[in-house]
């Protein structure tokens, strides 16, 4: 009598490579990019390839260094270089960007084992890490080009919606605002979003639980005002920390029903730290706390493999 064989997931197997993951996400934020450059100017441009580049050289020179397998052709490096980018405003100094470019890549990514053992997401921690230590420089935002008669990076300086509160729902929809590259055009993150929810490279669990909750959030606070609502979901990075950010393979839970505490968590925390905190966004502070929580959450909603045996001595 044969016996059933077990092995641990995954036993589906797929043409799917990291590198063809990392190039679908790249070119999810392509309109993202697109708009950035439209509203912003060539500077969006320098900004994102400069990123890119300093961390896939970041990348490779720290894989020499500590004589490992080349990993730059895997695409997340130039990855996390263009949200890295997208998380910038296009006034910061470019030598500020290559700083938060090492943060992310050497510091939070490879000192901790490179692609798959870091415990947050690099560009969001190379983001909070800017944020905190040159405040002034990563709050200089700038109205975009499309919003003015005359555009003058020295001359036309603004607050981001979610401090002023005065934008427009359509503005803020397709981008005449100011604020980060990535933050300014919700209608491209959206199209970039669903592209890849129907590519099947990331779950629709989580940013729809983050959205989703954000809404309902908003909507009690204000007493079911419906404008408030959509404001916030618009406005700042929530629709990029939603679809690119809140889903990365490594720092977010692996089933959905951990994929949904994810997204619930990521939205309170949000909505608390937009409606009660010193910042008037909470999207990297929230995410980069549910990572911190992602190896809890994982083995609170992970279930016991189908045949498995319980080791001598074991609780589990």
Same mark, same amino acid.
């Given at each position: 009598?044969?016996l059933?064989?077990?092995?641990?997931?995954?036993?589906i197997?797929?043409?799917?490579?990291?590198?063809?993951?990392?190039?679908?996400?790249?070119?999810?934020?392509?309109?993202?990019a697109?708009a950035?450059?439209i509203?912003?100017?060539?500077?969006?441009?320098l900004?994102?390839?400069?990123c890119?580049v $300093?961390?896939?050289?970041?990348?490779g020179l720290?894989?020499?260094?500590?004589?490992?397998?080349?990993?730059?052709?895997?695409?997340?490096?130039?990855l996390?270089?263009?949200?890295?980018?997208?998380?910038?405003?296009v006034?910061?100094?470019? =030598?500020?960007a290559?700083?938060g470019c090492?943060?992310?890549?050497?510091?939070?990514?490879?000192?901790?084992?490179?692609?798959?053992?870091n415990?947050?997401?690099?560009?969001i921690?190379?983001?909070?890490?800017?944020?905190?230590?040159?405040?002034?420089d990563m709050t200089r935002?700038i109205?975009p080009r499309?919003?003015?008669s005359?555009?003058?990076?020295?001359?036309?300086?603004?607050a981001t919606?979610?401090?002023?509160g005065t934008a427009n729902?359509m503005?803020?929809?397709?981008?005449?605002?100011g604020?980060c590259l990535?933050e #300014?055009c919700?209608a491209a993150?959206?199209?970039?979003g669903?592209?890849?929810?129907?590519?099947?490279?990331?779950?629709?669990?989580?940013?729809?639980?983050?959205?989703g909750t954000?809404?309902?959030c908003t909507?009690?606070y204000?007493?079911?005002?419906?404008?408030?609502?959509?404001?916030?979901l618009?406005?700042?990075g929530?629709?990029?920390g939603?679809?690119?950010?809140a889903?990365?393979y490594?720092t977010t839970?692996?089933? =959905?029903?951990?994929?949904l505490?994810?997204g619930?968590? $990521?939205?309170?925390? #949000?909505?608390l730290?937009?409606a009660?905190g010193?910042?008037?966004e909470g999207?990297?502070?929230?995410?980069?706390?549910?990572?911190?929580?992602t190896p809890?959450?994982?083995?609170? #909603?992970?279930?016991?493999?189908?045949?498995?045996?319980?080791k001598?001595?074991?609780?589990?």
């Amino acid at each position: 009598m044969k016996l059933l064989h077990v092995d641990p997931s995954p036993h589906i197997r797929d043409n799917m490579t990291t590198q063809k993951i990392m190039l679908c996400v790249i070119a999810a934020l392509v309109p993202s990019a697109v708009a950035a450059v439209i509203h912003f100017g060539w500077l969006a441009l320098l900004m994102m390839v400069f990123c890119m580049v $300093c961390s896939v050289a970041f990348e490779g020179l720290c894989r020499i260094v500590m004589k490992r397998e080349q990993t730059i052709r895997d695409g997340s490096a130039a990855l996390t270089g263009l949200l890295l980018a997208m998380n910038l405003p296009v006034t910061l100094p470019l =030598w500020e960007a290559a700083l938060g470019c090492f943060i992310a890549i050497v510091v939070v990514k490879q000192l901790f084992g490179g692609l798959g053992q870091n415990f947050a997401n690099p560009a969001i921690a190379a983001r909070i890490i800017l944020m905190l230590s040159l405040t002034e420089d990563m709050t200089r935002w700038i109205q975009p080009r499309t919003a003015v008669s005359d555009f003058s990076y020295d001359a036309v300086s603004s607050a981001t919606p979610l401090v002023s509160g005065t934008a427009n729902i359509m503005d803020l929809f397709w981008g005449s605002t100011g604020g980060c590259l990535g933050e #300014t055009c919700a209608a491209a993150l959206l199209f970039g979003g669903i592209f890849l929810i129907g590519m099947g490279i990331i779950s629709p669990v989580t940013p729809f639980a983050y959205l989703g909750t954000m809404a309902v959030c908003t909507l009690i606070y204000s007493g079911g005002d419906v404008h408030f609502m959509l404001y916030h979901l618009l406005a700042g990075g929530l629709m990029l920390g939603a679809f690119f950010m809140a889903t990365d393979y490594v720092t977010t839970p692996i089933t =959905w029903q951990g994929k949904l505490i994810f997204g619930v968590g $990521c939205g309170i925390l #949000t909505f608390l730290i937009r409606a009660f905190g010193n910042y008037p966004e909470g999207v990297s502070f929230s995410i980069l706390l549910m990572n911190i929580l992602t190896p809890y959450i994982d083995k609170f #909603t992970m279930t016991k493999p189908f045949g498995g045996i319980r080791k001598a001595g074991s609780k589990a």
